[in-house]
């Protein structure tokens, strides 16, 4: 069994895969000050569920891949990895890890370790040309070519830092639950915002995708759009440019990342 972690800035997306079929997965929140000892109680209190798994941490599990935007929580994570795994082959996503994937931008070293891995997926499962939309901390548009290569993208705030920041700076406004509203007006205060969130991420979408994809391609019919990250049911139903939805996107990278490295260990 493989287990892949995504450490993002809010949620850490764990996924069990048997073979190529992801059996399992679970959402937490990213804590940068867990310790190393922490994160393995955490882990071996949900693997143990596990029908597949055993009951000592570790049991069953033959290789782990981990890519990390949070610096602190990735240290930690290498320390798990040493410490309670030291006989499991283990692959942690940074510079000098193969991907398969040339990184076309002008600093390599600056592209996040989870849109990598999201290219990596895109171009193994749909080809090039791709754009790959995460919906996060923050809504990422990444593009790779017909040729397979990373060639850059856009980062725009995400849904919930847009709510949270409408509910800390508006006066007569507060924190709200995403959902979908009744309809587009709104007919109380909750359901505008409710309006404004949904309607206008999925109008942004369309518009950053649109203009990514002339640049991408000549013919706009080749380019394929695939939305992932936890909120992207919320804009789905809204957008007109999105074609797939694969929620296990970054997990299913990491795995591919996983089988091209681990003959290297």
């Known amino acids: 069994m493989l287990l892949t ?35 393995a109680v955490l882990l071996q209190g949900l693997m143990g569920m596990h029908p597949l798994l055993g009951e000592e941490l570790g049991d069953g599990i033959d290789g782990i891949a981990i890519c990390a ?24 996503v940074e510079p000098g890890v193969k991907t398969g994937v040339p990184i076309l931008t002008d600093n390599p070293k600056e592209v996040g370790a989870d849109r990598i891995i999201n290219a990596v997926a895109a171009v193994e499962l749909y080809g090039g040309p791709a754009i790959v939309v995460d919906f996060g901390t923050a809504t990422t548009f990444d593009a790779v070519s017909a ?3 990373y060639v850059g993208g856009v980062i725009a705030p995400g849904i919930e830092i ?17 959902a979908r509203p009744r309809s587009v007006i709104g007919k109380n205060t909750v359901e505008a ?41 919320m804009v ?11 929620p296990w996107l970054t997990l299913i990278g990491l795995r591919l990342v996983y089988e091209r490295n681990v003959s290297r260990l």
């Open 236 to 246: 789905l139903g809204e957008s007109s440019v999105i074609d797939e939805h694969e």
């Open 162 to 178: 847009s709510v949270d920041a409408l509910g800390v700076k508006g006066a007569q406004l507060r924190k709200i639950e995403v």
């Open 193 to 233: 915002m409710q309006a404004g969130i949904v309607y206008g991420f999925a109008g942004q979408v369309d518009g950053v995708v649109s203009r990514m994809v002339r640049e991408l391609a000549d013919d706009p019919e080749e380019v394929t759009v695939i939305a992932t990250g936890g909120l992207a049911p």
């Open 69 to 92: 935007t949070v610096p602190s929580v990735l240290h930690e994570l290498r320390e798990v990895t040493r410490r309670y795994y030291g006989d499991v082959p283990a692959v942690l």
């Open 5 to 39: 972690i995504d450490v993002g800035n809010t949620h850490t997306v764990l996924g069990l895969f048997d073979g190529e079929d992801i059996v399992e997965h679970w959402r937490i929140s990213t804590d940068s000050r867990r310790t190393a000892d922490e994160l």
């Open 147 to 149: 040729r397979g290569e």
